[in-house]
């Protein structure tokens, strides 16, 4: 596709369910970002898939939080028994991994709601 | 991780230029400077990058002073269409070849007035 695409774009789910996101981006990019932002608030990093490097988690917020990436494609994040503090815009992001780029493509961000 | 820190909100009339000034004290050799844009509802775009001295593009240019501490965004002639958030982010120079990591801080709101 040509840009980052994210699914759902909408998610209410009720609390204490599993919930999954799905983020499909830029072809050929190797680099892989998700982000939470709170309304009103800035990005959190959450975890960053860098080719074939180990991925970092150091964002994850707690273990109910997990990312995989299945090669160079395809990325879920899951959150298991979600909370309210939980809702949030999830945002994913892809980029070319060459020296010196720093351009992230971001996709449009699946809102999470949690009752 | 490199952290920035930036004006909470600014003000400005349409047609002036505007100035944001972001400070990275702890800014290391490798990393680079970047700066996205996110209007409501959207996520952010890319903006702008630099390492040092002076970049321009077709948006906006970028002040680095030698020490790389801190970086300044330039908008010229802002016009309402440019009312976002603006982030400065230090990328961080990630494990794997080529990779950084895209820390984002709390950015600049700037709204445009006519």
């Known amino acids: 596709g040509a840009g980052v695409s994210q699914s759902p774009s909408n998610k209410v789910t009720e609390k204490g369910k599993d919930v999954e996101l799905r983020c499909d981006p830029i072809?050929?990019?190797?680099?892989l970002y998700w982000y939470r932002q709170r309304l009103g608030q800035g990005l959190e990093f959450l975890i960053y898939?860098?080719?074939?490097?180990?991925?970092?988690k150091s964002g994850l917020p707690s273990d109910r939080f997990s990312a995989e990436r299945t090669g160079e494609s395809v990325s879920t994040l899951t959150i298991q028994r979600t909370q309210q503090e939980d809702s949030a815009v999830y945002l994913c992001a892809s980029s070319l991994i060459r020296g010196g780029n720093t351009e992230a493509f971001f996709g449009q961000g699946t809102r999470l709601t949690v009752v | 991780l490199a952290k920035t820190t930036q004006p909470i909100s600014m003000d400005s009339y349409e047609g002036q230029e505007v100035n944001i000034t972001c400070s990275h004290n702890n800014i290391a050799t490798n990393d680079y400077i970047t700066w996205y844009q996110q209007f409501p509802s959207q996520g952010p775009r890319f903006i702008i990058q630099?390492?040092?001295t002076k970049v321009t593009n077709e948006v906006a240019s970028l002040f680095i002073p030698a020490d790389r501490k801190s970086s300044t965004l330039s908008l010229p002639r802002v016009s309402l269409s440019d009312t976002a958030v603006y982030y400065c982010l230090v990328a961080q120079k990630g494990s794997g070849a080529g990779s950084y990591q895209l820390t984002f801080g709390k950015g600049t709101k700037l709204s445009v007035i006519p």
């Open positions: 630099g390492y040092k």
């Open positions: 898939f860098q080719g074939n490097s180990a991925p970092d």
């Open positions: 072809s050929g990019h190797t680099a």
